[in-house]
């Protein structure tokens, strides 16, 4: 869910960058009092993403344009559709018309996308999740447009959850320490409810990862055949890292 500071603070953003100055092309062309009507209409199919960010680049630029969404969040549309209407002074909607499509545009592409590969893994139990490698500046606008699709959120930020990834585990094997030592380590500096998530490359480096405590391991670029052999290695039952007392 996209935070409504968020919204109104990044789309903002995005109107200033693209008319600073206004939008001259407008002003010097168009008479202040006209008014239009203009439709959002898809040109392929896909899943729709960003109609509230849609909605908040016309209406941040003059309070005065009526937006109509016409399909919601992770709906699917097809090639004709008219997705969303906007009317008002005509100066308003061509200043804000390019934002509002840039966000749309790449919102439902990311949607469209994350659905074909929910779609793909059906039925086997797994779940398509995102990355912190987002857009700098428009990862909630990235994650939100995962969750149309049909996909997962990951963790948010650095300060969400432990994730220690391979430079993290080449940093201790370069001061020599015990990865298993080094991770029971953290976990008794950590507060009890803060999951830890380590990333692996190698077989090899599952049982250390266990013996250390960790709550999910993450086997990273590995062959099917070894992540076969990475889960039936991870999937075994553990005491609780925290016992109760």
């Not at 006209?34 to 016309?58: K, M, N, Q, W």
């Not at 077989?203 to 670029?221: M, S």
């Not at 290695?233 to 005491?239: F, G, K, L, Q, T």
């Amino acid at each position: 869910m996209i935070t409504l500071a968020t919204l109104r603070r990044t789309v903002s953003a995005a109107l200033e960058e693209d008319a600073p100055w206004g939008d001259i092309t407008s002003t010097a062309l168009l008479p202040a009092d006209a008014r239009a009507t203009a439709d959002l209409i898809a040109r392929e199919p896909g899943v729709f993403s960003g109609g509230d960010v849609f909605a908040a680049a016309f209406t941040l630029t003059d309070a005065d344009v009526q937006v109509d969404l016409h399909v919601g969040d992770g709906d699917r549309f097809d090639t004709g559709d008219v997705l969303a209407s906007v009317t008002g002074p005509a100066r308003s909607l061509l200043t804000a018309e390019r934002v509002a499509l840039n966000f749309t545009q790449r919102m439902s592409g990311i949607a469209t996308l994350t659905a074909t590969y929910v779609a793909a893994v059906e039925g086997t139990g797994a779940r398509i999740a995102d990355t912190r490698k987002t857009t700098p500046g428009l990862r909630e606008f990235e994650r939100h447009a995962v969750v149309s699709g049909g996909g997962s959120n990951h963790r948010r930020s650095l300060s969400d959850a432990v994730m220690a990834k391979d430079n993290h585990l080449a940093v201790l094997r370069q001061g020599g320490h015990d990865l298993a030592t080094a991770l029971r380590e953290a976990l008794g500096r950590l507060p009890h409810t803060t999951h830890v998530v380590v990333e692996v490359d190698s077989l090899e480096q599952i049982p250390a990862v266990l013996d250390g405590g960790a709550d999910t391991v993450l086997l990273d670029n590995f062959s099917l055949d070894d992540l076969r052999q990475g889960w039936r290695s991870s999937a075994i039952v553990r005491p609780p890292r925290h016992p109760a007392g």
